[in-house]
């Protein structure tokens, strides 16, 4: 099938299901648009929705929004925070002033999945920001920190903060995408493997290596700056807690 057969069939499919978009209109379109691997009727049925037309729109309402809120309830989120996130989508998507949300979709990847992506990562992050709310009646029986630790980022704390941004600032995009995910957003590995579609384990190794090679790139920063030993090393970055360092760090750059 030629390129002109797809662009004609995926305009065929779309009129099928009541799209008027004119046929002329949604081929030049999608020839502007087109890569070298574009889905496109997945590319079709979103330039149809940025045209706002009608039908379109109900049926990504009622396949895409539809799976976003299957795999949420899948996930155990909050019912009302379903609601919220399939609102806001619905808000970000085709609604907001130019660019709406629809617009960056290239056709590179399954709609489907973007979709989703969008949604579960929109409803952790709004369930994590929930259970970050703490009681004042429970501030007692908050951790303290131990004298060790707080005497060692007092000594270290700025040569340890600097190393860890330089370190983050030096990963790949998709390691810095992944820890924001895992630290900043609280998206659990399961989460994770929904999102990418991968296997949990696959997820977790994924995450464990990044991390890894931020740890790495720390260490070495730190031994080169204060001319320390391995050991020494290990123990700033232990007592500098570098998981909850980094989300400060994620939170600080957001």
Request: hydrophobic content about 45%.
């Amino acid at each position: 099938m030629t390129q002109l057969d797809q662009l004609g069939a995926a305009w065929r499919a779309l009129a099928e299901q009541g799209v008027v978009v004119p046929q002329d209109e949604l081929v030049d379109a999608l020839r502007a648009r087109l890569g070298t691997s574009t889905r496109v009727s997945d590319l079709a049925l979103a330039i149809a929705c940025e045209c706002r037309d009608p039908a379109a729109l109900a049926l990504f309402e009622r396949t895409h929004l539809a799976m976003v809120r299957r795999a949420l309830g899948k996930l155990k989120i909050n019912p009302a925070i379903i609601d919220d996130v399939l609102g806001w989508m619905r808000f970000e998507l085709f609604v907001r002033p130019a660019p709406a949300l629809i617009t960056t979709y290239t056709g590179r990847g399954d709609l489907a999945s973007w979709t989703r992506a969008i949604g579960v990562h929109e409803a952790v992050k709004r369930a994590r920001r929930a259970r970050r709310e703490v009681s004042p009646d429970l501030a007692p029986e908050l951790p303290v920190p131990a004298p060790e630790f707080v005497a060692m980022r007092g000594a270290f704390g700025p040569a340890f903060t600097r190393a860890l941004s330089s370190a983050f600032a030096g990963l790949e995009m998709s390691e810095r995408t992944l820890l924001r995910q895992y630290f900043l957003d609280g998206l659990t590995i399961d989460v994770l493997a929904e999102l990418y579609q991968i296997h949990r384990a696959t997820a977790a190794r994924h995450v464990a290596s990044a991390r890894q090679r931020l740890v790495d790139r720390v260490r070495a920063t730190l031994k080169q700056e204060l001319r320390l030993g391995d050991e020494s090393v290990d123990e700033i970055i232990t007592l500098s807690n570098l998981d909850e360092s980094l989300g400060t760090l994620l939170r600080r750059t957001q």
